[in-house]
Nanobody, 116 residues
Framework: EVQLVESGGGLVQAGGSLRLSCAAS????????VGWFRQAPGKEREAVSCISTRDGSSYYADSVKGRFTISNDNAKNTVYLLMNSLQPEDTAVYYC?????????WGKGIQVTVAS
């Protein structure tokens, strides 16, 4: 079965950085779309970033464009989200996903908290 295990979340001060990792298994990683959604308290889940592991094409939400960078390491079946210049509004549970429009599989989620 598909498994997605997120790591790298935590607490960071505004302006700081975190790198999320998602270790994936159970599907053909190098021929898929993988990425990240997030859900803040009281809000619905939203797409943050997605990438094609086949050709590297990517999508970013306008709110994170220029601050976040998605990447993949097909040899490790891992997708990353480097989050720079974090802001309090980035506070959310971040979910690794397989397929993005819409996601077909979801990780458990990992908390990212940005202190004001």
């Amino acid at each position: 079965e598909v498994q997605l295990v997120e790591s790298g979340g935590g607490l960071v001060q505004a302006g700081g950085s975190l790198r999320l990792s998602c270790a994936a298994s159970g599907f053909t990683f190098d021929d898929s779309a993988v990425g990240w959604f997030r859900q803040a308290p009281g809000k619905e889940r939203e797409a943050v970033s997605c990438i094609s592991t086949r050709d590297g094409s990517s999508y970013y939400a306008d709110s994170v464009k220029g601050r976040f960078t998605i990447s993949n390491d097909n040899a490790k079946n891992t997708v990353y989200l480097l989050m720079n210049s974090l802001q309090p509004e980035d506070t959310a549970v971040y979910y690794c996903v397989v397929e993005c429009y819409p996601p077909r599989y979801w990780g458990k989620g990992i908390q990212v908290t940005v202190a004001s």
